[in-house]
């Protein structure tokens, strides 16, 4: 299976702030690579498809960007409703999707 | 508006079997390249996929827990059920279903399917305990 990593694992800061989160593959994954906001109590919700495609209705503050191996998620300008955790995911091997282990934003 | 929703016991007891069903609303599981997954979540930790399965009946699974997995459709109760074996404490998670979303994209003569999970259900809460 395609081992995921997340750095940093947890991330102090204030609103306003520019956020980056970054996801590295175990392999090359091409651009097959997905964001999710995971907020206390409640389901993840999906944010960027395909490293840098915005899912309808997500603000257009979070981007995507990457290939291969690295990739970022970044936030222009942190909101107090953006305090959550982040994951990546792949999907390359549609044999076995993997997910990261998460970057938990908090409030500096 | 399309919608997936788990159900399944609350309680199971170690070395019993797990049997979840997720039902979905506003899409059909006959959908071409379309498929539902299951994903686990322990309590304060990360996101573990379990396993999937697409419209066309392909499934797969957690190489770690595959050999305790089943996986199946019946579309017309447009219903996914997933049954986990040998239950164990360390099982103790919520279960999410969600739907596997397909985005085509054409770079000249290549055709590149890219899978993402875009409607998810609420979850359901599994204590394993005797």
């Known amino acids: 299976d395609i081992q995921m990593t997340q750095s940093p694992s947890s991330l102090s800061a204030s609103v306003g702030d520019r956020v980056t989160i970054t996801c590295r593959a175990g392999?090359?994954?091409?651009?097959?690579l997905n964001w999710y906001q995971q907020k206390p109590g409640k389901a993840p919700k999906l944010l960027i498809y395909?490293?840098?495609s915005l899912q309808s209705g997500v603000p257009s503050r979070f981007s995507g960007s990457g290939s291969g191996t690295d990739f970022t998620l970044s936030i222009s300008s942190l909101q107090p409703e953006d305090f959550a955790t982040y994951y990546c995911q792949q999907s390359y091997s549609t044999r076995e999707f993997t997910f990261g282990p998460g970057t938990k934003v908090d409030i500096k | 508006q399309v919608t997936l929703k788990e159900s399944g016991p609350v309680l199971v007891k170690p070395t019993e079997t797990l049997t979840l069903t997720c039902t979905v609303s506003?899409?059909?599981?006959?959908?071409?390249?379309?498929?539902v997954s299951w994903i686990r979540q322990p309590p304060g930790k990360a996101l573990d996929w379990l396993a999937h399965?697409?419209?066309?009946?392909?499934?797969s699974y957690s190489t770690s827990l595959k050999s305790r997995l089943t996986v199946t459709k019946d579309t017309s109760k447009s219903q996914v059920v997933l049954t986990m074996t040998n239950m164990d404490p360390v099982d103790t998670a919520t279960y999410y279903c969600a739907r596997i979303q397909d985005a085509t994209m054409v770079r000249g003569v290549i055709v590149n399917h890219y899978y993402y999970m875009d409607v998810w259900g609420k979850g359901t809460t599994v204590t394993v305990s005797s």
């Open positions: 399965i697409f419209s066309n009946d392909e499934k």
């Open positions: 392999q090359s994954i091409s651009s097959y």
């Open positions: 506003g899409f059909s599981l006959s959908n071409a390249r379309m498929g």
């Open positions: 395909a490293a840098s």
